[in-house]
T-cell receptor, first 114, second 113 residues
Framework: DTEVTQTPKHLVMGMTNKKSLKCEQH?????MYWYKQKAKKPPELMFV???????INESVPSRFSPECPNSSLLNLHLHALQPEDSALYLC?????????????FGDGTRLSIL | GQSLEQPSEVTAVEGAIVQINCTYQ??????LSWYQQHDGGAPTFLSY??LDGLEETGRFSSFLSRSDSYGYLLLQELQMKDSASYFC??????????????WGAGTKLIIKP
């Protein structure tokens, strides 16, 4: 078990559905991340929130909409996804200071788009 | 461009020692980190090297040579549970360096009894 909790663990949705992925951490970290990971590939950064403000958006399509309601929670809202969006979606958190801060990952949500 | 090179797969025997190499080519460099990921699991932070030399943490050690743009992860007394993918990742210089890593493609480590 990890200290970053993601729900749901698995999600199957149609291309017209709207769903949300949730992430929670209670380590007091002020930086939170969304990654997308395809099989046998490294994690691919999507978004970074620092002190609840969007810090990095890696040119992600608007069908993915992140939200950080408070310092412990991170959501990823999904709408009108494409089959190629099927992947493992990982949430991570870290300290937000200068210098290297190891990232702590959740177990991910395995998303399948029909 | 920016790239990290690591072997796609390494096979070793239980109880042995294995080294996973990583060479990098980036516009700037702050440090090299290593993450472990078991199949179906989350990446887990293993180590970070900002300065040249060897860092040891139990059975795992990580080495960095900035002049050679090269590092490696050394795993000793291999156990079956060490079978996993290992990613090297560089913290590049720049305004996003606090948060953004450049990842290698990963090395799948297979441990045989």
């Amino acid at each position: 078990d990890t200290e970053v909790t993601q729900t749901p663990k698995h999600l199957v949705m149609g291309m017209t559905n709207k769903k949300s992925l949730k992430c929670e951490q209670h380590m007091g970290h002020r930086a939170m991340y969304w990654y997308k990971q395809k099989a046998k590939k490294p994690p691919e950064l999507m978004f970074v929130y620092s002190y609840e403000k969007l810090s990095i958006n890696e040119s992600v399509p608007s069908r993915f909409s992140p939200e950080c309601p408070n310092s412990s929670l991170l959501n990823l809202h999904l709408h009108a996804l494409q089959p190629e969006d099927s992947a493992l979606y990982l949430c991570a958190s870290s300290e937000a200071g200068t210098g290297y801060q190891p990232q702590h990952f959740g177990d991910g949500t395995r998303l399948s788009i029909l | 461009g920016q790239s990290l090179e690591q072997p796609s797969e390494v096979t070793a025997v239980e109880g042995a020692i294995v080294q996973i190499n990583c060479t990098y080519q980036t516009s700037g460099f702050y440090g090299l980190s290593w993450y472990q990921q078991h199949d179906g699991g989350a990446p887990t932070f293993l180590s970070y090297n900002a300065l040249d030399g060897l860092e040891e943490t139990g059975r795992f050690s990580s080495f960095l040579s900035r002049s050679d743009s090269y590092g490696y992860l050394l795993l000793q007394e291999l156990q079956m549970k060490d079978s996993a993918s290992y990613f090297c990742a560089v913290r590049d210089k720049g305004r996003r360096s606090n948060y953004q890593l450049i990842w290698g493609a990963g090395t799948k480590l297979i441990i045989k009894p």
